[in-house]
């Protein structure tokens, strides 16, 4: 009799339990029912920000930003041409530089050149040894050209000839030469018409 009444008592009290836990479950489920269906987002998380709805036919424009002021400044006039050369200059009073030896020669000497807006003059001195037999000394000028100044042109302006112990020549032409940078002093043939550029150089600067 005893084991029967505590296994009546037992299933009371198991049956008691579940209906407490079937109540509990149920009571959750109506609270979570009459939350807000909208609630605060979790701290941290970023939101988008609500987009502005401009009305039809305005235009919002942002003020362009402030530029410094230019005046009184002047643009500088490029320094090289597409040859390598310095821009060409419109005329030069005198400008004189001393001749260098190369190729191991030996020697000196000086050019001077002038452009007075429509006539360049050269005026060439070469402190040299006399020549062998039918030789003479030739002045050029030469000029950078071709991409980057990769080559140079020649352009011959004559023969310098013997006066008081020094090889002199005087040439002058009616266009602008200054362009032609470069003068050189060289050893020609005598018997033979002179080639595009020189055979032998002697002496050569530049005029800068």
């Known amino acids: 009799m005893d084991r029967e009444r505590i296994r009546r008592i037992l299933g009371i009290i198991i049956a008691l339990l579940v209906l407490a836990i079937i109540g509990t479950v149920i009571w959750i489920l109506a609270v979570d029912e009459r939350r807000p269906a909208e609630e605060a987002p979790p701290t941290g998380v970023e939101q988008p920000e609500p987009e502005v709805s401009i009305p039809e036919g305005e ?55 002038t452009y007075n807006g429509s006539t360049f003059s050269l005026e060439a001195q070469a402190n040299v040894p006399d020549p062998r037999q039918d030789d003479i000394f030739a002045a050029w000028l030469a000029k950078r050209v071709g991409e980057k100044g990769s080559a140079r042109q020649f352009l011959s302006m004559g023969k310098l000839e013997k006066k008081d112990g020094v090889f002199r020549g005087q040439f002058s032409r009616n266009e602008n030469l200054l362009d032609y940078q470069y003068i050189i002093v060289s050893v020609e043939p005598g018997d033979q018409p002179l080639l595009d550029l020189p055979r032998a150089p002697l002496l050569e600067e530049v005029f800068k």
């Open 59 to 113: 235009i919002r424009e942002e003020a362009p930003e402030e530029q410094p002021p230019t005046e009184g400044k002047k643009e500088e006039p490029p320094r090289y041409n597409e040859g390598g050369q310095p821009p060409i200059q419109s005329q030069l009073k005198m400008q004189t530089i001393t001749l260098s030896p190369i190729m191991g020669f030996g020697g000196s000497g000086v050019a001077t050149r």
